[in-house]
């Protein structure tokens, strides 16, 4: 190639548009139940000209391990603390950057055709409002915070051991929700905030607050792999006035 060509060709490359690369966005790993309140948050924040975001969402543990094999995001929301907790021991997460900003609400839900009056109280029969073959969705117990969360106040009512059996186990609290939805599950145990987007769930009855301890929070930080300057304000925007007014009209409790 002659040297004209080849400056040719150098000046058509630079001249060709390009796609914009990951430090044109900001991709954050938050938990299923942020789904829609951190969309809205992602519009408030664009609108200042910031960075696009990205998400990804699953429950908080498979977003953990995932960030532990690799995974390039920018900031992590988790739906408890022991996941962050997790993060934290395995240095993904700069721990300077840590906040916890939401809390929320577990409730007992039901297809919108059939809720049943029922009032949480310890020894309460769930068995019979399940019927002989129903079974009760929640997100998978061992390792998924809306799961560890339901096992806790299932626990302390004395519903535990009855009710292990008879669940229906998800890989999210938004694969419980469904399951209900579906009507492939009678009851299901989400976050208020999950139930509030369902078109075809109703709230049959609240946990008291009481038997969570600690309660439901949500810890955010900016990864160490991620952590740009970028990422940094928008954790500090997510503290906002703005932005917790956007959660707060998603059910979250952000006092």
């Known amino acids: 190639m002659t040297r004209r060509a080849l400056l040719a060709a150098i000046a058509a490359f630079l001249a060709t548009p390009t796609r914009a690369q990951p430090t044109d966005s900001l ?10 309140a951190m969309q809205d948050v992602a519009k408030l924040w664009e609108a200042r000209g910031e960075p696009r975001l990205r998400f990804n969402f699953a429950a908080s543990s498979t977003l953990a391990r995932q960030l532990e094999q690799g995974a390039q995001a920018n900031l992590f929301a988790s739906a408890d603390q022991p996941w962050m907790d997790w993060a934290q021991s395995r240095s993904l997460i700069a721990p300077e950057t840590r906040r916890t900003l939401l809390g929320n609400r577990l409730v007992l839900v039901a297809p919108a055709d059939k809720v049943p009056h029922v009032t949480i109280t310890p020894g309460m029969d769930l068995l019979s409002l399940l019927g002989p073959n129903g079974r009760l969705a929640v997100a998978d117990p061992s390792n998924v915070p809306a799961g560890l969360y339901a096992r806790q106040a299932l626990t302390k009512l004395g519903l535990w051991p009855a009710l292990e059996p008879r669940l229906a186990r998800a890989e999210s609290v938004r694969s419980a929700l469904l399951l209900v939805e579906r009507g492939e599950a009678p009851l299901g145990i989400v976050y208020a905030t999950d139930a509030a987007v ?3 769930v109703r709230v049959a009855a609240t946990f008291p607050a009481s038997l969570l301890d600690p309660p439901i929070a949500y810890p955010f930080a900016v990864t160490r792999a991620g952590d740009t300057p970028a990422a940094r304000r928008l954790m500090a925007f997510l503290a906002t006035p703005p932005a917790l007014e956007t959660f707060a ?3 979250f409790i952000t006092e």
């Open 27 to 36: 991709l954050v790993f938050a938990a299923a139940s942020l789904t829609e």
């Open 249 to 251: 009209r998603r059910g």
């Open 198 to 200: 369902a078109r075809f």
